[in-house]
């Protein structure tokens, strides 16, 4: 880690941490970051659902919310980046403080209830977006909609035609009742509404379903047998999970969505479930921090992998670290691309 990086990491973490999240977006976009865009290679190199990506580890949603340093994040080494949740109307969220640091554990709990600024707002920025980029943008609804499956479909025909995929978030925790779209016949409904748009948009593009880590086996067993007759392209594994087992610090019982390194095997245990029941592309996520564990989701059946909560501790030099670690891993294990060791150690979670 740069010794500018490892100092304003540790300035952010004296702050209020939405307020230091803040702050370093504003950095980035002022040009402290990197410059080098991704790190690719012949075995880093792969292709899912049509997007071709030049290495396998992605931004998760959540970090760039509102899709305002896209410039900047284009020039980080990530292979692909995904921004929002947007929803229809813009919306502030849950009150503050919302988002809390659990730095013994290296995980956060947040529960900001997609504040964002709404979808005009954002496809403006994403029309304005890097062309050379994979770009993708999580769909939400908004708190107070009567009609929630209906604002993904929304958002997606609105913004659309500005990003390389889209991902519909029916699991974030602190949306009342968003979940409950995870059931088979609500999420049924909801996907063919958002493909009905999709194919109506002007290029159709790759859509993509998030679930959550805290699904039993049969209602995972459901999921993919909706995901499996849906049309979609594949699936993200996994959001953030209300678990709070094992947690230190005076914020470890806060309510929402605990994310990072607590999440890790619980995530990875549910895209091995599911990689056993779809043959649908799996997207893994949850307490990504490290080359070994980005391979070890690969391994259990992820064909690409996303971070977020690790950047908090570990600045965006991690993404460097990873991506050039995890093109040393799979050369040391033989294989000529990452699509080849996709699943190769599922049964190590199953």
Request: hydrophobic share 45%.
């Amino acid at each position: 880690m740069p010794v500018f990086e490892r100092i304003g990491l540790a300035t952010l973490r004296r702050i209020d941490p939405e307020t230091a999240h803040g702050l370093a977006l504003h950095a980035l976009n002022a040009g402290f970051g990197p410059r080098g865009g991704p790190f690719s290679s012949d075995r880093l190199r792969t292709r899912i659902s049509g997007l071709e990506l030049p290495n396998p580890v992605g931004l998760a949603a959540g970090f760039d919310k509102n899709a305002t340093a896209l410039s900047a994040l284009a020039r980080t080494s990530f292979g692909f980046l995904e921004v929002g949740a947007a929803t229809p109307r813009p919306q502030p969220g849950n009150p503050k403080p919302r988002l809390f640091r659990l730095a013994q554990d290296q995980a956060a709990i947040n529960r900001f209830g997609f504040n964002n600024d709404g979808m005009e707002a954002i496809a403006g920025r994403l029309a304005l977006r890097p062309s050379n980029r994979i770009i993708g943008l999580n769909l939400g609804a908004n708190k107070d909609s009567a009609d929630k499956s209906a604002d993904f479909a929304t958002v997606l025909t609105r913004c659309g035609a500005h990003v390389d995929f889209a991902t519909v978030n029916v699991s974030s925790p602190n949306t009342e009742k968003l979940r409950d779209f995870q059931g088979k016949a609500a999420l049924a409904a909801l996907l063919a509404r958002v493909m009905e748009a999709n194919a109506d948009l002007n290029h159709p593009i790759p859509v993509f379903l998030k679930i959550a880590p805290d699904l039993t086996l049969d209602e995972l067993g459901d999921v993919a047998d909706v995901a499996n007759a849906s049309g979609i392209a594949g699936v993200i594994a996994t959001n953030t999970t209300l678990d709070r087992v094992g947690l230190h610090g005076p914020h470890a019982a806060e309510l929402g969505g605990l994310s990072g390194q607590p999440l890790f095997e619980k995530s990875t245990r549910t895209l091995a479930q599911l990689s056993g029941l779809t043959q649908l592309p799996i997207i893994g996520v949850g307490g990504v921090g490290s080359a070994a564990q980005a391979y070890e989701k690969i391994r259990a059946g992820a064909s690409a992998v996303q971070l977020y909560t690790a950047l908090v501790y570990r600045g965006m030099s991690l993404v460097d670290e990873i991506t050039k670690g995890l093109d040393q891993l799979l050369a040391r294990d033989g294989f000529a691309n990452v699509a080849d060791a996709v699943g190769s150690g599922r049964s190590d979670w199953t």
